[in-house]
């Protein structure tokens, strides 16, 4: 059983960075794709970044600011996130794609606020 385990969240002033990770649990294997999704308190998940080999997406919100990048050889993938609004407070929660399935970490607290 696959498992992705996050770190990185944390409280951050407006205007600040921070970087998650996501790493899996097991070796050999290398995921489809990976994606961030964030859901704020009261709102719907919502997809952050996704990429798939060297093709990457990114949410209208976030473009410009967030970055996602993978390393393969740790099955890691990361968020970068620069210029943090209050806005961008949410769980965020990381996403690999493998043979049909979908899977996901526990989510990580980020906390934008002054």
């Known amino acids: 059983q696959v498992q992705l385990v996050e770190s990185g969240g944390g409280l951050v002033q407006p205007g600040g960075s921070l970087r998650l990770s996501c790493a899996a649990s097991?070796?050999?294997?290398?995921?489809?794709?990976r994606a961030w999704y964030r859901q704020a308190p009261g709102k719907g998940r919502e997809l952050v970044a996704r990429?798939?080999?060297?093709?990457?997406y990114y949410a209208d919100s976030v473009k410009g600011r967030f970055t996602i990048s993978r390393d393969n050889a740790k099955n890691t993938v990361y968020l970068q996130m620069n210029s943090l609004k209050p806005e961008d407070t949410a769980v965020y929660y990381c996403?690999?794609?493998?043979?049909?399935?979908?899977?996901w970490g526990q989510g990580t607290q980020v906390t934008v606020s002054s």
């Open positions: 996403n690999g794609y493998l043979s049909g399935t979908n899977y």
């Open positions: 990429i798939t080999g060297a093709s990457t």
């Open positions: 097991l070796s050999g294997f290398s995921f489809a794709s």
